[in-house]
């Protein structure tokens, strides 16, 4: 187990001007920000982020979103990071996400769902090493 997730605030949630309010509650839940950087991913760059999901029928439309516009990543920590982190932002379906998580706040659907969080500790490390340099990281 480890003290640190990562995330990203995605196109529909920065698009909607939610970037402050979500962080907010990432902060109020006891999350620190450890690196951050507001960015407009390319296609090649968001393929690159989602090749895990490369064979699946979603992919292109996936590529397509997270490309659309800018988003926020961020290296987050606090003890038991990932779990605590996927309570936090709730359900990928905002309908069957649990009152005042961050998704049933602020997202509008299933495929904008305004908030990524890992699934591991092992993809936090992969997935913030592809955003993050160590000297971006404190």
Not at 82 to 106: H, Q, S, W, Y
Not at 129 to 136: N, Q, V
């Amino acid at each position: 187990m480890s003290n640190r997730t990562f995330t990203m605030i995605k196109p529909d949630a920065t698009s909607k001007g939610y970037t402050g309010a979500i962080l907010d509650q990432i902060i109020k839940a006891g999350f620190t920000v450890k690196a951050m950087k507001w960015i407009k991913l390319s296609e090649e760059q968001a393929g690159l982020f989602y090749d895990i999901h490369r064979a699946r029928p979603f992919f292109g439309e996936l590529v397509d979103f997270m490309s659309s516009g800018p988003i926020v990543a961020a290296i987050l920590e606090k003890e038991n990071a990932v779990a605590d982190f996927r309570e936090l932002i709730g359900a990928t379906n905002p309908a069957n996400a649990a009152e005042g998580t961050i998704r049933k706040n602020f997202a509008a659907s299933i495929g904008e769902n305004a908030v990524h969080g890992s699934d591991s500790d092992e993809n936090a490390v992969i997935e913030g090493d592809f955003f993050f340099s160590k000297l971006e990281r404190f």
